[in-house]
């Protein structure tokens, strides 16, 4: 069986993306050297450390009382050999 996982996100919200890894290194707590991991992540601001982010001024501000509303879907999908897409729906085309 042919399995794929996709990913869409709101690009208003989340403007970036950002591969995250961790291949054993991870020394301290919780991991102690035991995972391998791999993750690609939306992310609203770059770079990723946050007091970088407010130095760029590329944070997203929240005031008093606001809020901030975005999606995000991940999918399985079976049985394609390409993907043109996935809508806010999370439908693969």
Same mark, same amino acid.
């Given at each position: /069986? =042919?399995?794929?996982?996709? /990913?869409? *996100?709101?690009? !208003?919200?989340? !403007?970036?993306?950002?591969c995250w890894?961790?291949?054993?290194? =991870?020394?301290?707590? &919780? *991991?102690?050297? !035991?995972?391998? #991991?791999?993750?690609?992540?939306? *992310?609203?601001? *770059? &770079? $990723?450390?946050?007091? =970088?982010?407010?130095?760029?001024?590329?944070? &997203?501000?929240?005031?008093p009382g606001?809020?901030?509303?975005?999606?995000?879907?991940?999918? $399985?999908? =079976?049985? !394609?050999t390409s993907? +043109? +897409?996935?809508?806010?729906?999370?439908? #693969?085309?």
């Open positions: /069986m =042919e399995l794929g996982v996709g /990913m869409s *996100f709101d690009t !208003r919200v989340f !403007r970036h993306m950002w890894q961790n291949l054993g290194g =991870e020394w301290d707590w &919780p *991991f102690w050297g !035991r995972c391998y #991991v791999m993750a690609i992540e939306p *992310f609203s601001s *770059f &770079p $990723a450390i946050l007091t =970088e982010a407010i130095r760029a001024g590329t944070q &997203p501000v929240i005031g606001e809020s901030i509303a975005a999606w995000l879907r991940v999918v $399985a999908y =079976e049985g !394609r993907v +043109g +897409g996935i809508d806010e729906t999370g439908v #693969v085309g």
